[in-house]
């Protein structure tokens, strides 16, 4: 294999940055050399650090996406320039390729959205679109302003303020009311209740992904996997918070066992969902835990975590959900 492609990040939302930095750094053919914020850094973080092709956001303070283009190959021809945008029009566009770009790239972005939208229009009076949390991603805000632009109620947006099957397993409550003529006051009180309520825990294999994403320090991180430190975390209000720290999978696996003993009863109306990033092993080891103490519970979902999610956390990561709900 070939030396790896040197590439620049040049994004301002630090959340899609950190996600977009962690994948791309998976790759064994791609190093990810810097990343900046502001377009006004491209130029000379170009100069600095001599990528091989520069991932430029179209939506930037400072300079522009097309000003910075311009400007990073007027200085340094020899590196190509990939834009992406969430909201440029064919004009916006043109402008980027005129400046210099040799590719743009389209993020998830309202008209997608809205797409789906008006096609569910079509046969739904209701529709209710469960988000990850606000807090994490900007997913949701490109959902309200599809819903704002199909006009009417017809779409409501609901923040999970969770991640993965926690806010799968939301939608899931949802839709069995909605099945047997649920009104909205009583979706409003499942949503309320859910936050109130659920339960999440998960546990990382090693602590260089949590670095890589600016969540602790790599110093921390080194001295974790000396120690062979597991963190049990959790998502409260849409973010990522510690609940305790342990040494060795046992340790983090008792952690599980004591959530599930003292936080969940065994009644039929008890609902699991379970995760995990290339950990499949963990994943059943946990089902096996789930089922042998609280055999009346329902497991809803067995799944793998999402590529973002799953690159902040990194191979290894696996963890559980649990609502009661006697829909």
Not at 219 to 242: C, D, H, T, W, Y
Request: charged fraction near 25%; charge should be negative.
């Amino acid at each position: 294999m070939g030396r790896p492609i040197r590439i620049l990040l040049v994004e301002d939302n630090q959340v899609f940055r950190e996600a977009l930095e962690l994948l791309l750094g998976m790759r064994a053919d791609i190093e990810v050399v810097a990343s900046v914020g502001d377009g006004s850094e491209a130029v000379a973080a170009s100069a600095k650090y001599r990528p091989q092709v520069v991932l430029m956001d179209y939506r930037l303070p400072g300079m522009d996406g097309v000003q910075a283009t311009a400007a990073v190959r007027e200085a340094h021809p020899e590196i190509a320039v990939v834009c992406l945008t969430a909201s440029a029009n064919a004009r916006e566009v043109e402008a980027l390729y005129e400046a210099g770009a040799v590719e743009c790239l389209t993020k998830d972005q309202p008209g997608d959205f809205l797409a789906v939208y008006e096609e569910l229009a079509e046969r739904y009076d209701r529709i209710i679109s469960v988000h990850l949390a606000s807090n994490l991603s900007g997913t949701l805000q490109s959902a309200n302003t599809a819903a704002e632009q199909l006009g009417g109620d017809r779409v409501r947006t609901i923040d999970s303020e969770s991640a993965s099957v926690a806010a799968s397993m939301l939608g899931l409550a949802i839709q069995r009311r909605l099945e047997r003529g649920a009104t909205d006051e009583e979706i409003d009180e499942l949503v309320q209740r859910y936050l109130r309520e659920h339960g999440l825990l998960f546990t990382v294999d090693t602590l260089e992904f949590l670095a890589r994403g600016g969540r602790i320090g790599r110093a921390k991180a080194f001295a974790g996997q000396l120690m062979n430190v597991k963190p049990i975390l959790s998502i409260r209000g849409g973010e990522v918070v510690p609940v305790k720290r342990v040494r060795g999978n046992k340790k983090a696996f008792q952690e599980f066992v004591h959530a599930l003993d003292t936080q969940a009863r065994d009644e039929p109306g008890l609902r699991v969902g379970i995760a995990h990033a290339d950990a499949p092993e963990r994943m059943a080891e946990l089902e096996k835990m789930v089922r042998d103490r609280r055999p009346q519970a329902t497991i809803d979902m067995e799944t793998s975590l999402g590529a973002v999610i799953g690159a902040h956390a990194g191979p290894g990561t696996v963890g559980f959900f649990w609502f009661t709900d006697d829909a």
